[in-house]
């Protein structure tokens, strides 16, 4: 059996996925290879307190210290989605001891999107 290498990436790039329900963290290398990732069910919570923005701070401090194995010191932060935990992601990555370099917002906006359904009527 090979034995699996240690990969030393100093600058790496945050996915930061939130929705209304959950926030994911990934983080991967230039080339797009995910290196580790946390979310806010692997991190104890469930139900609605996955959504709050607690949840997510403590997400991306248990992925930061994942990622301290890996030697990251820099990072550029991509955000997607327009759940509660954005900026305290960001927030707390930051206070991890990472440095941001940039700050990208991908949150996919409708334009006009699909025909809503029809009027209830009671």
């Known amino acids: 059996m090979r034995k699996k290498q240690k990969r030393v ?7 930061i996925n939130t ?10 290398d230039k080339e797009g290879k995910i290196l ?12 609605a307190r996955k959504e709050t923005a607690f949840a ?3 997400a991306a401090k248990s992925v930061a210290n994942k ?3 890996f030697g990251m010191k820099t990072l550029h932060v991509i955000v997607r989605g327009r759940g509660y935990g954005r900026e305290p992601a960001i927030r707390a990555l ?7 370099l940039s700050l990208q917002d991908n949150t996919p906006i409708s334009h ?10 009671l």
């Open 19 to 28: 929705t209304f329900n959950n926030t994911i963290i990934s983080f991967s």
């Open 9 to 15: 990436v100093p600058q790496a790039v945050a996915h």
């Open 94 to 100: 930051k206070s991890t001891g990472l440095k941001i």
């Open 112 to 121: 006009n999107g699909c025909r809503p359904p029809k009027r209830r009527r």
């Open 36 to 47: 580790c990732w946390a979310s806010s069910g692997t991190c104890g919570f469930k139900g």
């Open 56 to 58: 997510a701070q403590s």
């Open 67 to 69: 990622a301290s194995e």
